[in-house]
């Protein structure tokens, strides 16, 4: 059976995506694609190589169709938005994926903005119209927590998750101690190695990592957590002394999300954690812990960001969704 | 429990002791202490203290009229649990948190003294980096207590004086000590 996908977006993940998938033989075809500016509506299947190699020179298509053309009248099964985040009221993406809700087709995406808002709204229309919505790609990177949270660890309860969710802190901080490095000499350093934006506040201050934390605490507890009702406090006033000071005693800093409702604590904050924690490791990788009642403690660790890394958790969820529904 | 009281002075006492690690064999050991009119302020397990694998290793801290302690320590031994050490020793739990910030500018002693005038909470080490002036400088305070409560207390005061001093205060995972 193959699948049929639009792919909304055309950045480093939607790039990723479209690579995979010329590479990968996995049954997913492409009948629409836009960027910001063009688009493109095939329903037998775009010519993936064309439309990434005129996307190098800039629009990926035809700058009379837009991505609300490709969302409203192209053939395809899943809408895979890709688009950047919009922390601030999720949109264009929300609207797409409403869009593509109503006219019956399933969602995957890797935008925390919509998601982080706007999870239950987002569940409960595709709840009423029989389609899935699948957001892997929003945490960790090509870390399967979704799926461990959906599947592997289906009926057990949650006490506790705490976590490395920015890659770009993980580095800054390792750099700090490892090196003696300043703050501003770390992100320097990240910024020239492609690990930190030209804008580094949403990293930096903490607030991506309170959005994934929103997104994992809706998907395990549905309790209504916002980005307001995150304690966030940022790496950007650690000093090298505070590091070294850590150190001394066998312990270091890192970014750490933790959610444990028990307690009231949603919380994204610098802590002092013990070097042989799991949760210490170098460079921009991720990781999440999990307390569970059935399973215990569990560790997931890897990439969390990157154009593949990413489009593996996308076509995860691709291939999921073509495996437990039918894709007309 | 009954509660008996003696003269002589009440004194706080720490133990180390280990015991087998068997159903109802901490219950026995603590059961001398209310016997002897003793009054139990913390237990604390402790893996790492136990030499075997088969044995428990615990910290408990009480309150008991001194004279009545070699009566408590026999009856403590006849139940076949070896006490590792005595001592007054009583600030078990023991924290670190790294203070960031104007601290010397905020009066460094006074944020000590908010901890210390408490009683049941002691800054026991301090460690200062100041790098150039007006530069924050960063701090590594050890902060003992008696029990997990007062802990609590202690770093909910250090917190509500670093806010009103605008200092940063990295503290260690939810529940963890370290």
Sequence with gaps: MTIRVAVLGLGSVGKGVLEMIARKDLGIIVTGVADSKSGLIDPSGLEIGAVLSSKKTGLCGNPSISANDVVSRADYDILVEVTPTNAGNGEPALSYMKHAIERGKHIVTSNKGPISLHLKELKDLAGKKGVLVRYEATVGGAIPIMHTLGNGLAGNEFQALYGVLNGTCNYILTRMAAEGLTYDQALAEARELGYAEADPTYDVKGIDAAIKLVILANTIWDNGASLDRVDITGIDLLTTDALRLAEEKDCTIRLIAEAFPGRGVLRVSPRIIRKDHPLVFEGTLNAITLETDMAGEITLIGKGAGSVETASAIIGDILFISSHVRCN | ??????????????????????????????????????????????????????????????EITESRLTELVSMIKARGVNILRIGKDRLLYKQTVIMIGHLMHTDLSDTVDRIDCTGFAEVTALDLAMPAINEPSSARLIIKSVSKQDMDSALDILREVAKTKKLLIIEPLEGELV
Excluded: C, W
């Design chain 2, 1 to 62: 429990m009954p509660f008996y009281v003696s003269s002589g002075a009440l004194v706080q006492v720490s133990m180390k002791l280990e015991m087998k690690d068997s159903p109802g064999q901490l219950v026995s050991a603590l059961q001398p202490i209310s016997e002897v009119g003793g009054n139990i302020i913390a237990v604390i397990h402790q893996r790492d203290l136990s030499s075997r694998e088969d044995t428990l290793g615990v910290q408990i801290v009480l």
